[in-house]
């Protein structure tokens, strides 16, 4: 799934193709929707709030989309086709651009003043300019014995972060995914690692967590599953967390994050 940082980029991609810019054509390929269109209306703005995507147009209304484990915008000019066969679930156009989200998880049309619904329940965004790690810190901290690698995947704590930042983070903090929450000995050191983290691969179309891009060497564990960690030389591991059917992967090195 998209983490925190790639959905930054698509709300600027969309942003820059939709703001300020009225739309000559809207086309929700949703059954919830299909009656519903945007024409005529100017797109104000498009943020990223954790991995949803929060498109606000005139008028008091918001678009709201995610990703999930498939989907994707493609922002072309205006008139290129779109994607074949019915992977279309909505499309947005003004007369310079078009923006085409294909396999989206999730398309809501909702009263701007009623965004909390979609994303009221989750913690604070990492990217966001209201990024707050004592809150974060709060959060985790409400359950004790869940595991560290579990709890920075909920959304509730924390807002952006997934499977890649969880296990740079982890391994970054030298601390075992399997740990409790109550056990860890600096929690705002964690979040702390995660939002650097995101933060400065916000910009970029790959991530890179070692400082190191070249192809092979630019993240600490998370693709390295059974390679020699970076750092100390050890098998790198790989497993699952997480009960079924949300069990998620996770990689980590034993030496440099011991039990």
């Not at 820059?16 to 100017?42: Q, W």
């Not at 809150?135 to 409400?142: G, N």
């Amino acid at each position: 799934m998209p983490e925190g940082d790639v959905v930054y980029r698509t709300a600027r991609q969309l942003g820059l193709a939709l703001n300020g810019r009225v739309l000559t054509r809207s086309d929700f390929r949703v059954p919830r929707y299909a009656t519903a269109d945007l024409t005529g209306r100017t797109v104000l703005e498009t943020l990223s709030r954790g991995k949803h995507l929060l498109t606000r147009v005139d008028g008091g209304l918001t678009v709201h989309t995610h990703l999930r484990m498939e989907g994707s915008w493609q922002v072309s000019p205006v008139g290129r086709r779109p994607p074949p066969g019915d992977v279309v679930r909505l499309l947005l156009a003004n007369a310079q651009w078009q923006a085409v989200g294909v396999r989206l998880g999730m398309v809501d049309l909702l009263p701007t003043g009623h965004e909390e619904r979609v994303v009221g329940h989750l913690g604070p965004d990492l990217l966001g300019a209201d990024w707050d790690p004592e809150e974060a810190v709060r959060r985790l901290a409400a359950d004790p014995g869940t595991t560290i690698g579990e709890a920075l995947l909920d959304q509730r704590n924390l807002a952006g972060i997934g499977t890649i930042y969880r296990a740079e983070t982890l391994f970054l903090a030298g601390v075992w995914p399997w740990r409790p929450v109550g056990a860890v000995e600096d929690l705002k050191r964690v979040v702390g690692i995660a939002q650097r983290l995101l933060h400065a691969n916000r910009e970029r179309p790959s991530r890179v967590t070692t400082g190191d891009a070249r192809p092979g060497r630019d993240t600490w564990v998370y693709g390295r599953a059974g390679r020699p960690c970076l750092r100390c030389g050890s098998r790198v591991s790989r497993g699952e967390m997480g009960e079924r059917p949300q069990e998620r992967l996770i990689v980590w090195c034993r030496r440099c994050q011991p039990e």
